[in-house]
Structure formats: C-alpha cells, structure tokens
C-alpha cells in the first residue's frame, strides 16, 4: 500500500505559477499528475517515468508545465508556470507500482492516487 498526499495548490492570478508536490510513502515507478473539473472529463497532465528519462504532457500544456521527480525523498513536484483560468481544476497525484500495458495517459495504469489539491486560476 502506498499512501500519496499533494500539496501546493492555491489560488492565484493568471500568469502566474504554482508548484504542486505529491509525497509517496513507498517505493513507485512511473508518477503521474491527472486533473478534473467538475462537468469534465479527467484530464492528463504530466507522466514522469522513475528514471524521469521519460516525461510526457497532456497536449494542452504546450511547455508551460514541468514535471521532475526526487526518488530520495519519494516525491513528485509539477511546476505549473503561465497559469490560465482554464487550467483551473483539482490536481490528483498517480503512481503505478507495477508494470502494466496501460498507456501513460490511462489512468487505469495507476493503482494509487492522492485525494487532490484544489487549484484555482483568476482572470
């Protein structure tokens, strides 16, 4: 059983940045972030294999987005940069501790998630 918890989100003005950490309580491999807003569909955001040799994006993060990882402290950070209203939502943490053949992008891929972080983007 791993245990994530995120944290970091906020409210702030468009344009402006956030930083969100998601702490694991064991050992994981690839780390996700997924977001969803009430009315909408869940949203991919950003995969981070262990390694962090392999990331990917949700196809609206056009480079805004970072995703880095420090295995020491079990922890996955999304540095969220250029905020706009849209990106509004709750940021779930996602971490797979077995390989399966799910994409990056599925979230049936990841047995553990965190409860989420509000975040909140003002125009």
């Known amino acids: 059983q791993v245990h994530l918890e995120e944290s970091g989100g906020g409210t702030v003005q468009a344009g402006g940045s956030l930083r969100l950490s998601c702490a694991a309580s064991?050992?994981?491999?690839?780390m996700a972030w997924f977001r969803h807003t009430p009315g909408k569909q869940r949203e991919f955001v950003a995969f981070?294999?262990?390694?962090?040799?392999?990331?990917y994006y949700g196809f609206f993060v056009k480079g805004r987005f970072t995703i880095s990882r420090d295995n020491a402290k079990n922890t996955v950070f999304l540095q969220m940069n250029n905020l706009e209203p849209d990106d509004t939502s709750v940021y779930y943490c996602a971490a797979e501790v077995s390989n399966n053949r799910a994409q990056y992008y599925n979230a049936l891929r990841y047995e553990y998630w965190g409860r989420g972080t509000q975040v909140t983007v003002s125009s």
């Open positions: 981070s294999s262990r390694s962090g040799n392999s990331v």
């Open positions: 064991g050992y994981t491999l690839g």
